[in-house]
């Protein structure tokens, strides 16, 4: 959580007349919008710090007999079924569509707008099936687990994990896919240590942590983005890449926070709920958006994202919002004390969510379409570890000897 708090202190501290010649759109964050944007994020990080203490005492042990190492993996098979499936569903459609491999090195080479036209006209999501893709965030933390509890080395199948999340941040310009699998692996596997490595130990290591963390996220992201737009832009942008790429990157943010304030000056009073979610499924359900395509009139539609610190307020005011806030914080909070006490399910949860405080700034990752296949199979894992723990419940009472007083014993 206190990561995103820099870049959010920084968005919130452009004043108005910077955002039209930095963004190329105007500012509608009032001081209420930057008020309540950092309240929300204070009040997660408050809920964190009181329910989730940051005194080493909340070490994971999970502990897996047999039984559950089989049921692991079954589910480890299962997942990594569906997720390369649809990897190959994408990656054979956009073969069909005429996807060549020249096309691809024109990408490398620089050639300007190659980008746009392969995600417009090759990578195109298939909706019911692409989305499924979206399951490696939580077939890697299990992956881990698998490793540690058969010996099984989990490299070979978190490598092409990496691989294929890297092909859709560069081909498809979906960075946060890579993100998404490098962060829920490193927390897995940070998870799973007797105790934190001695440079996370250290006084000033709080502060560096921060500090690396965002120079390693400029950097990967400044490398996407000469590929991505700096062919493009170089011509007509006045500075180097790096300033470049230092005002795309706060540009994110900062554009995030201020449309969804402009959703909140066009709505005025009225409430959106189905702002908070994204998606063709939410739209069968809440209706198109209130807001779409109103954007175009006031020349925002360069960026799209929606900050998730704005988004719960537009959806329900701002009680409503400080509530969704407050719930997304405990469920979070529960899965990482609930991890702390070895339950599977809630590890990988745990794992595969992390990314949502990350780029809560920027957008509400848990109403979107890429968390719903994580959150289905999540359930879907939930009721099948319960059904396999009952039958060993049952199993053990059955064949567990009869005590002097006729019970019988639970214990293995």
């Known amino acids: 959580m206190v990561l995103p708090l820099p870049v959010l202190v920084g968005s ?8 039209l010649p930095l ?21 997660m990080l408050v809920i964190f710090v009181v329910l989730v ?13 047999a039984t559950a190492v089989a049921w692991l993996e079954r589910v480890v098979k299962v997942l990594a079924f569906i997720t390369f499936t649809a990897y190959a569903v994408w990656i054979g459609n956009a073969l069909l569509r005429g996807l060549r491999f020249g096309t691809m090195l024109q990408l490398l080479s620089g050639e300007a707008g190659t980008m746009y036209v392969l995600r417009g006209q090759y990578f195109e999501s298939i909706s019911g099936v692409t989305t499924w893709m979206q399951l490696g965030a939580i077939l890697a933390p299990l992956a881990v687990l698998r490793e540690r509890a058969t010996g099984r080395s989990a490299r070979r199948l978190v490598g092409v994990l990496l691989f294929l999340a890297f092909a859709r941040a560069l081909l498809n310009s979906e960075r946060l896919a890579l993100i998404e699998i490098v962060l829920s692996v490193a927390i897995a596997y940070f998870v799973l240590r007797r105790e934190a490595p001695s440079w996370v130990r250290r006084p000033v290591s709080a502060g560096l942590l921060v500090v690396g ?9 400044s490398a996407f983005e000469f590929f991505r737009s700096w062919t493009s832009a170089q011509a007509s942008f006045d500075g180097d890449f790096s300033t470049y790429a230092a005002t795309l990157l706060l540009g994110y943010y900062a554009t995030a926070l201020n449309l969804a304030a402009f959703d909140g000056y066009v709505l005025g009073s009225q409430l959106a709920p189905g702002q908070l979610f994204d998606g063709s ?21 360069t960026f799209t994202n929606r900050s998730g610190l704005l988004v719960p307020q537009i959806a329900f005011g701002e009680i409503g919002g400080a509530l969704v806030v407050v719930a997304t914080a405990l469920l979070l909070a529960v899965l990482a004390r609930w991890t702390a006490r070895g339950h599977v399910v809630a590890f990988a949860l745990y ?9 809560i700034v920027r957008i509400y990752y848990f109403g979107s379409s890429r968390f719903l296949p994580v959150a289905v199979a999540g359930a879907c894992m939930a009721i099948s570890w319960a059904l ?18 006729g019970t019988r014993s639970w214990s293995r």
């Open 12 to 19: 919130l501290l452009i004043p108005d007349d910077q955002f």
């Open 23 to 43: 963004f190329g759109q105007p500012s509608f964050l009032d001081e209420a919008t930057r008020a309540t944007a950092l309240a929300y994020l204070v009040i």
């Open 53 to 65: 203490p940051m005194r080493g005492r909340a070490v994971a042990e999970i502990a897996l007999d």
């Open 213 to 221: 963390s965002w120079l390693v996220l400029f950097g990967v992201f």
């Open 281 to 301: 499924l939410w739209e069968s359900l809440f209706g198109a958006s209130p807001v779409a395509g109103v954007q175009q009139a006031y020349g925002l539609e």
């Open 351 to 359: 794992c595969a969510s992390c990314v949502g405080v990350l780029e």
């Open 388 to 405: 396999v723990a009952n039958k060993r419940r049952q199993n053990l009472r059955y064949l567990s000897p009869p005590l002097e007083n």
